[in-house]
Structures are given as structure tokens and as C-alpha cells.
Nanobody, 124 residues
Framework: QVQLVESGGGLVQAGGSLRLSCAAS????????MGWFRQAPGKVREFVAS????????KYANSVKGRFTIYRDNAKNTVYLQMDSLKPEDTAVYYC?????????????????WGQGTQITVSS
């Protein structure tokens, strides 16, 4: 069973950038598909980005496409979310998630393991 710990959250002005990290332990990281989700106050948790085992396949929510980049370093057991051109509507708690399936998955139910979340606040 894998444990996930996110870091890199914080407060940033609109137009700025942040990079989130999600460190995994307790499993063979290269055998986990990884995803990022977010949940804004009063809203349901939503898909942000997903990446397959090798990192060769990725998928993004339309709302972040072209601004966010998901990538992974299997040697460091870490997945990243580079967030550029941030907007106030990106404000949310961001969660890292993992599943034992190769491929791209966008539904919450496809993921077995979750981190505790990290807060991103984008000021206007």
C-alpha cells in the first residue's frame, strides 16, 4: 500500500506559478498511475491531471490545459504538478492520488490511494 504526501502549496498572485510535489512511499512507484485532483470550498472534488506509469501519457482537465503540466520522476518516487498562469479560480485544496493501473483515469473512483491535500490560494 502506498502512502502519498503532497507539498508545495501556498499563496500566490494571479499569473504566478507554483509546483506541487507528491512523494510516494510503501510501494513500487513506477507501477502506479498517478493523478491530481482539487476541491474548492463548497464544490465537489474534480479531476485536474493524470499520468501513466512511464510518464509518456498524460491528460488534463480543459480548465488547466496549457497552463498545468504533470510529470513524474520514478527514480525519486515523486509526481509533480507545475502550475503556471494561475487564476483565482484555481484556488482549492489539491490532492495527489494513485492507482495500481497503467493508463489515464479521470474519475475519483479509479484511484485507491490519496494524499492529505495541500492548499493553493491564488489572489487577484
Amino acid at each position: 500500500q502506498v502512502q502519498l504526501v503532497e507539498s508545495g502549496g501556498g499563496l500566490v498572485q494571479a499569473g504566478g506559478s507554483l509546483r506541487l510535489s507528491c512523494a510516494a512511499s510503501g510501494g513500487t512507484f513506477s507501477n502506479y498511475g498517478m493523478g491530481w485532483f482539487r476541491q474548492a470550498p463548497g464544490k465537489v472534488r474534480e479531476f485536474v491531471a493524470s499520468i501513466g506509469w512511464s510518464g509518456g501519457r498524460t491528460k488534463y482537465a480543459n480548465s488547466v490545459k496549457g497552463r498545468f503540466t504533470i510529470y513524474r520522476d520514478n527514480a525519486k518516487n515523486t509526481v509533480y504538478l507545475q502550475m503556471d498562469s494561475l487564476k483565482p479560480e484555481d484556488t482549492a485544496v489539491y490532492y495527489c492520488a494513485a492507482n495500481r493501473k497503467d493508463g489515464i483515469y479521470i474519475s475519483i473512483s479509479s484511484y485507491e490511494f490519496w494524499g492529505q491535500g495541500t492548499q493553493i490560494t491564488v489572489s487577484s
